[in-house]
């Protein structure tokens, strides 16, 4: 079946660094990509849709320069978190799908951010 | 815009007892689908079960079913001989239709933490 790797699991950094999340479709191609983000006990967020070979759609109140998304080919998504601080700390994840059109999202296994 | 309510923030159930969850939603959308993803502790989002809209029979998946109401834009899940694996966050979650070729984001409600009893 259709998988999607997300990468890190986990990741720690400090507080002002950047970080690189990314999200790979294995088996399939996928012209766009979703991120999530969920604080702990609460729902899936969308944060913003990655488009290929084009720019980011980001929901309101998601910083675009804080966030930034790259998807460079048909098969990966990056999200960038940069000059991170202690409240971007959460559960990121990513989803994409197959095709055809409305399949059902497959979603990586997230990444744990930790800002300290 | 799109809003999906869960108005069970926690559930439990006995060992191989039946158990409904509870969904509703707010849309324009004539065409859309419904989803339940499960979400254990390690937090890794499973397709539980999924509804077209233009569909009017249920969903079924072995102990899984969905009572899907259009009108009254109610989806909700019953799990039946409930097992201790099922204890999880279990997510309904909404989906337009887009004309052309594409995808669409999920939206989420807010979760049911389900826990199954011994």
């Known amino acids: 079946g259709a998988v999607v790797s997300q990468h890190p699991s986990r990741v720690i950094c400090k507080s002002g660094t950047s970080v690189k999340i990314e999200c790979r479709s294995l088996?399939?191609?996928?012209?766009?990509m979703f991120w999530y983000r969920q604080f702990p006990k609460q729902s899936l967020m969308l944060m913003a849709t990655?488009?290929?070979?084009?720019?980011?759609?980001?929901e309101q109140g998601v910083e675009k320069d804080k966030f930034l998304i790259n998807h460079a080919s048909l098969t990966l998504s990056t999200l960038t978190v940069t000059s991170a601080h202690p409240e971007d700390s959460s559960f990121y994840i990513c989803s994409a799908s197959p095709g055809p059109r409305n399949s059902p999202l497959h979603f990586g296994n997230g990444t744990r951010l930790t800002v300290t | 815009a799109q809003t999906v309510t869960q108005s069970q923030p926690e559930m439990s159930v006995q060992e191989a007892e039946t158990v409904t969850l509870s969904c509703t939603y707010d849309t324009s959308e004539n065409n859309y689908y419904l989803f339940w993803y499960k979400q254990p502790p390690s937090r890794q989002m499973i397709l539980v079960i999924r509804q077209e809209a233009y569909k009017q029979q249920n969903a079924t998946e072995n102990r899984f079913s969905v009572n899907f109401q259009k009108a009254a834009k109610s989806f909700s899940l019953k799990i039946s001989d409930s097992q201790l694996g099922d204890t999880a966050m279990y997510f309904c979650?909404?989906?337009?239709?887009?004309?052309?070729?594409?995808?669409?984001?999920?939206?989420f409600g807010k979760g049911t933490r389900l826990s199954v009893i011994a």
């Open positions: 979650a909404f989906m337009k239709l887009k004309r052309n070729s594409g995808n669409t984001p999920l939206v």
């Open positions: 088996d399939f191609q996928a012209t766009t």
């Open positions: 990655s488009n290929e070979g084009s720019k980011a759609t980001y």
